[in-house]
């Protein structure tokens, strides 16, 4: 049965409790107790308008389209590495979208001393006019490369990160420095870890403790190496999603060791490095976005910074077009439903990953998210109480549009999105159909830790 038809299917279903394909587990959403807590602006993402030494933005950060679908992502806070060329426009962006900026710099080549030019120092130089719109900074926007050039190496990532702390406290006193920045995922350029980076002298101190994760990379820069690849059929298992929790275990303990008590902060992850896989536009990425976002808010990452807005082929535009991608159809959801405290909705299971927060501008409300990562099999859960579903579904998994409760999601002419309107659903049995990801809102469900 195609994805629409089991989701109009599973609604008639709904509206007998009690009837479903299998039966789930019982969940009382009124005793989910709080496990975390979300920074407001936890959903943000990159700008990406940096390419090389170039200032030049794929897009026009002035257009009122893209100002227009940004904003329904906010607040959120907009990473940009750019030269001070481009920061009036970026700061204009960000204030017309609810966004504060995290600003990412490019340490210039250098020298066999390891000096480089401009410095460290050097990075704020033009900024003081849009000082206060700059949450965070992070002094590379890619992490310094092992084996590269001269100095290029811990000790000059410490020194380099001393001065741009003075810097920054002079330039912007309420700016949070952050870093390593380390890329731990996959990754075809060899670069220093975390652990380097940190234990160097003098020892860098940061306020905000960072990482980069790319899960994979796509076919055109693993340099034959397979062990970098993920197929389409893998994009949804359980082994790909769950690459993260790894990485994020080393990230922990070195941000326990080296900054106790600072915040985590993934400040750019996407579906793979080197612009994204080929079906990194699809719907069946949204998968994987989706269970991280959850799953990272569940172990207490505090902001995930999404690459990107509009460019390369995991952006949540198309560069050229600006047509929403599937991913930007589910930020929005997240947005508008899932709420900064985080609670615990249990173990995920194969096959159903079962995450919970307080639900958005509801007084004890609940919300959950349910993803059924099976190409053919129902999930379903128990619920005492009626709510509103939204379910995302696509006809194909790799096509770049999605369904919301079976109807085509799509911006109206006049550039306003469209009403994204739930189906009621009476208590007892709640249906998740074959690849599918389902928000579910529990607005009277009573639950202490979420007034």
Same mark, same amino acid.
């Given at each position: ?8 299917? =599973?609604? %008639? ?9 299998? #039966? ?63 920061? $009036?426009? &970026? ?8 966004? +504060?900026?995290? *600003? ?11 000096? #480089? ?10 900024? $003081?006019? !849009?000082?206060?719109? !700059? ?34 406290? $002079? ?31 003098? +020892?860098? &101190? ?37 690459? !993260? ?26 579906? /793979? ?24 808010? +569940? ?12 460019? %390369?082929?995991? @952006? ?29 909705? @249990? ?10 927060? =307080? ?34 579904? /696509?006809?194909?998994? $790799? ?37 599918? !990801? ?6 009277? *469900?009573?639950?202490?830790? =979420?007034?």
């Amino acid at each position: 049965m195609r994805p629409r038809a089991w989701v109009l299917f =599973c609604v %008639g279903l709904l509206a007998v409790p009690g009837v479903a394909e299998e #039966s789930g587990r019982s969940l009382s959403p009124a005793k989910l107790r709080r496990v975390a807590t979300v920074d407001e602006r936890y959903q943000s993402y990159d700008l990406e308008i940096a390419d090389g030494a170039q200032a030049q933005p794929p897009v026009d950060l002035s257009s009122a389209p893209l100002r227009k679908l940004a904003a329904a992502l906010g607040p959120a806070y907009v990473r940009v590495g750019a030269t001070p060329k481009g920061w $009036q426009g &970026v700061a204009d962006f960000a204030r017309a979208v609810d966004a +504060k900026i995290v *600003a990412s710099f490019a340490v210039g080549a250098r020298d066999a001393a390891g000096g #480089s030019a401009p410095g460290p120092a050097d990075k704020f130089a033009g900024l $003081q006019p !849009i000082a206060r719109q !700059i949450a965070a900074a992070e002094l590379f926007d890619e992490p310094p490369a092992s084996g590269g050039a001269a100095g290029s190496d811990a000790a000059a990532f410490a020194r380099d990160v001393a001065a741009f702390r003075r810097s920054a406290r $002079q330039t912007a006193p309420q700016l949070l420095v952050a870093g390593p920045g380390a890329e731990e995922g996959a990754s075809a350029v060899p670069a220093l870890h975390g652990e380097a980076l940190l234990d160097a002298e003098p +020892k860098p &101190v940061f306020d905000v403790f960072t990482y980069r994760y790319h899960g994979a990379v796509p076919p055109k820069c693993s340099h034959g190496d397979q062990a970098l690849l993920t197929s389409a059929d893998q994009a949804m298992s359980e082994e790909r999603l769950s690459r !993260i929790d790894k990485v994020h275990a080393l990230q922990e303990s070195l941000r326990d060791r080296f900054a106790p008590g600072k915040p985590i902060w993934v400040t750019e992850t996407a579906d /793979a490095a080197c612009g994204g896989n080929p079906w990194a536009s699809s719907f069946l990425d949204t998968f994987r976005y989706l269970d991280q976002l959850a799953r990272l808010a +569940k172990r207490g990452v505090k902001v995930q910074v999404h690459d990107s807005l509009a460019a %390369g082929e995991s @952006g949540y535009l198309d560069a050229k077009t600006l047509a929403p991608r599937p991913k930007y159809w589910a930020a929005v959801l997240w947005r508008r439903l899932m709420g900064t405290a985080v609670l615990d909705a @249990g173990p995920s299971r194969p096959g159903l990953h079962l995450y919970a927060h =307080c639900l958005r501008g509801h007084r004890g409300g609940v919300v959950l998210l349910a993803i059924n990562n099976t190409r053919n099999q129902p999930e379903s859960i128990e619920l005492p109480i009626g709510a509103e579903r939204y379910t995302l579904s /696509a006809r194909r998994l $790799q096509e770049g549009r999605v369904d919301l409760n079976g109807l085509r999601l799509a911006p109206q002419a006049n550039g306003e999105l469209p009403q994204m309107r739930a189906i009621p659903t009476l208590p007892g049995t709640v249906v998740f159909v074959p690849a599918s !990801i389902t928000f579910v809102a529990i607005a009277n *469900a009573k639950n202490a830790a =979420c007034r």
